[in-house]
């Protein structure tokens, strides 16, 4: 049965709905999980506004943030749930790559993650970083809708 | 937490692995299963006057005791365990469209089944019914690589 379910995030709603859900099933076999949160590398040019107003250490600064307050929502749930959690953040462009790794890192059973994210639906069936991590992941993938 | 999984079967060896999970999965939480698997029907086309017409009704016959033969491993894994199973067949063109409604049908909540089936090139792609079935799904996919 599994016992580590990696849990990603980008802080969207139904991100959250998704980690609730990864929350309640890790409770349901007495697993534990890890959150993860993967946010994009500093680029000089770039369409993200918000990147062009920050310098290189305070977009990373300002990034950890973020992350870290998408992760309190995983902790949140966890502690609450009574479930083991630990959470990480990694800078990579790319977040399915980031995903991936991180679950062979932490020996991760099961990736549990929500179909899209914060893009939306936008007329795709399955969010695009969501169908990369299905596409490159060694584990089970559980996909939310 | 999934109290009535549905586990489609193409009697691969990685829909052998699905079934595994589920059974394990259902017996740590108290659920049950559905097996299911779909036999496709003969591909009818317009024939002319002096082609050859194989035997249709062989044909169908054959692949619904695969089918049969599929599913019957759900069955003697459930029944090992002592989980509580029913088993399914469908004949459909579109295996992900009977996979769908049955999950409906039958009050699904989550459904366990292999990235690819017999086709399956490798690691590189998920199945084109798995992929459909995610599109399609309401209620979550846990996807077996």
């Known amino acids: 049965m599994f016992k580590h379910i990696l849990l990603p995030t980008d802080g969207s709603k139904i991100s959250e709905d998704a980690i609730e859900k990864g929350v309640q099933l890790a409770k349901s076999i007495n697993a534990k ?17 918000e990147m062009l107003e920050d310098t290189k250490e305070q977009y990373l600064e300002d990034s950890k943030r973020i992350a870290e307050q ?8 966890a502690n609450v749930a009574g479930v083991a959690c630990d959470t990480t953040y990694v800078v990579n462009d790319h ?18 993650m929500a179909s899209h994210g914060r893009k939306g639906i936008q007329r795709l069936f399955i969010g695009s970083e969501t169908q990369r991590v299905l596409v490159q992941s060694n584990i089970p993938v559980l996909i939310f809708r | 937490m999934f109290k009535t999984i549905l586990v489609p079967t193409d009697g691969s060896v990685l829909s052998d692995k699905a079934i ?27 024939l002319s006057e ?29 029944a090992k365990q002592n989980v509580p199973y029913e088993t399914h067949i469908a004949s459909s063109f579109s ?14 909540d989550a459904i366990f089944m ?6 399956g090139f490798s690691k590189l792609f998920v199945g084109s019914e798995t992929q459909k079935v995610l599109a399609h799904s309401t209620i979550p996919v846990l996807v077996f690589r």
């Open chain 1, 33 to 49: 999980v890890t959150g993860i949160s993967v946010l994009p590398e500093y680029h000089v040019f770039t369409y993200r506004t």
């Open chain 1, 70 to 77: 998408y992760l309190a929502v995983v902790e949140r749930a």
């Open chain 1, 95 to 112: 977040p399915y790559e980031a995903i991936v790794m991180t679950a062979e890192e932490k020996r991760c059973d099961l990736i549990a």
């Open chain 2, 20 to 46: 595994l999970a589920a059974v394990d999965f259902a017996k740590a939480t108290g659920g049950k299963l559905i097996g299911l698997s779909v036999a496709e029907p003969y591909p009818y086309m317009a």
């Open chain 2, 50 to 78: 002096g082609a050859f017409i194989p035997d249709l009704s062989l044909y169908e016959q054959k692949t619904k005791q695969f089918a049969h033969e599929h599913v019957q491993k759900v069955a003697d894994a459930a």
């Open chain 2, 95 to 108: 295996p992900y469209e009977a996979i769908i409604d049955a999950a409906k049908e039958h009050h699904c």
């Open chain 2, 114 to 119: 292999a990235s690819h089936g017999r086709k």
